[in-house]
């Protein structure tokens, strides 16, 4: 029997081609969503342990900071407070008196270890220059604070304490207090202010030691209200400004402006802090830059904090809650 070529022939009907097409979309479509749902899951579970640590990380260096809030206040004088904060503005302010200059800082001003930056009179006031050292304008003769006190290598005492820490800082900006004393009509006035630079001694070491000045260097101007008639004094401070910008927490270091301060931790949306105090016992969502610091038992402070990427961006809080331990040698 002859077998004819046409009937060997076999193949799909169109039906056929058609629905198998569709089963093998259905399937694909399937396994594309499975994937799609088990990424989206992965990048949740990813976004959230990163934002967990980004801000638990965050709020870790700002509890420590509380934590050492104060330290060498005392030795400031004027009631400073270690803490100062304003939930309207979401900003924090850590402050501590400068510690102590080592062997490490001084380099070869040996006489300088163990010396803190003197407390300084404000001699005269000009826009942006606070003389430290020297008789106001063509006077010959100083005030007692002001009064230029030599040392062997011509620079002033008290000016040199501050030159020697300014250069353990690479010269770098200060941040620095303004201190007004209380009067019979008024109350203590503080004002910060960010130092530049300690003048050299001028006009020169070949004029009279009564006619030698000395000067800060400030940045930006200066607030009203301090001056050598009031007794106002400058004073050094150890600074660490904390505040949330653009859902990003930021902190500048001393005399660093806003803009050249680091970014510590992303997709912060809110810091909120809040300060329990005794004699008597209050709570306040508020501390100002003279306190009151004595009277502070606690600091606890909440991070609100999202997640980037395309998983869940739910907001979560952070809190962490302080004892400073530098308010005791305050005293109450």
Do not use: H
Not at 135 to 148: D, I, K, L, W
Not at 182 to 193: D, E, F, K, L, N
């Amino acid at each position: 029997m002859q077998i004819r070529y046409k009937d060997l022939i076999q193949g799909f009907t169109l039906i056929e081609l058609l629905v198998g097409m569709s089963l093998l979309t259905l399937i694909m479509t399937i396994a594309f969503n499975l994937f799609q749902g088990s990424n989206r899951l992965v990048e949740a579970d990813t976004s959230r342990v990163s934002a967990m640590q980004n801000a638990q990380t965050a709020l870790d260096i700002i509890a420590n900071d509380l934590r050492q809030a104060g330290e060498n206040l005392t030795t400031s004088g004027p009631s400073i407070s270690g803490a100062e904060f304003n939930n309207a503005t979401q900003s924090l302010i850590i402050r501590r008196g400068i510690a102590p200059m080592t062997a490490s800082q001084v380099g070869n001003a040996t006489d300088m270890i163990s010396r803190r930056p003197d407390t300084l009179s404000i001699c005269a006031v000009s826009t942006n220059r606070i003389q430290i050292i020297g008789p106001q304008g063509s006077a010959t003769t100083s005030t007692a604070n002001c009064t230029y006190n030599p040392r062997a290598d011509g620079d002033d005492v008290k000016a040199y304490t501050w030159r020697i820490y300014f250069a353990s800082q690479a010269n770098q900006p200060q941040a620095a207090l303004l201190y007004r004393p209380p009067t019979s009509g008024s109350a203590a006035s503080y004002a910060p202010i960010i130092v530049r630079t300690v003048s050299s001694v001028e006009p020169s070491l070949g004029v009279a030691v009564n006619l030698r000045k000395i000067w800060l260097e400030i940045v930006g101007s200066i607030p009203a209200g301090y001056s050598e008639t009031n007794g106002s004094q400058v004073i050094l401070i150890d600074q660490r400004r904390y505040w949330v910008q653009d859902n990003q927490l930021k902190l500048a270091i001393a005399g660093q402006t806003n803009e050249q301060s680091e970014t510590v931790a992303f997709d912060v949306t809110g810091m909120q802090l809040s300060a329990s105090l005794l004699s008597p016992s209050a709570a306040v969502s508020n501390l100002a830059i003279d306190g009151p610091w004595k009277r502070v038992q606690s600091i606890t402070a909440v991070l609100t904090a999202g997640s980037s990427g395309l998983g869940s961006g739910r907001l979560r809080t952070f809190q962490a809650t302080v004892f400073p331990r530098n308010v005791s040698s305050e005293g109450r």
